[in-house]
């Protein structure tokens, strides 16, 4: 069984920084994107940022110059360096990756339980 497990979240006064991290464990093959989600409260799910197996990286219009995702590949994790941060950046964030369980198969996506970041002064 794959486990993505993010740490890191907090409060922070606008401004501030936070540096978010997410690990997979488990019997993994490979892992192709990795990418960090985030919700509000009553708002609908979107992508922050997204890093690929490549190196591609991707970010969300709301984030772009403030946040930058990073991957360690050998660790199976992913972080994502938040600066500026900004009260609407509050949520819970979420990782996602895309995960072969053994060579040559499937990708199945998984996600972690989430981390909660709260900017307010």
């Known amino acids: 069984q794959v486990h993505l497990v993010e740490s890191g979240g907090g409060l922070v006064q606008p401004g501030g920084s936070l540096n978010l991290s997410c690990g997979a464990t488990g019997r993994i093959s490979s892992i192709n994107a990795m990418r960090w989600y985030r919700q509000a409260p009553g708002q609908q799910r979107e992508l922050v940022a997204e890093?690929?197996?490549?190196?591609?990286?991707d970010y969300g219009d709301s984030v772009k110059g403030r946040f930058t995702i990073s991957r360690d590949y050998a660790k199976n994790t992913v972080y994502l360096q938040m600066n500026s941060l900004k009260p609407e950046d509050t949520a819970v964030y979420y990782c996602q990756a895309g995960i072969q369980y053994s060579s040559g198969g499937k990708y199945y996506s998984r996600w972690g339980r989430g981390t909660q970041v709260t900017v307010s002064s």
């Open positions: 890093v690929t197996s490549g190196g591609t990286i």
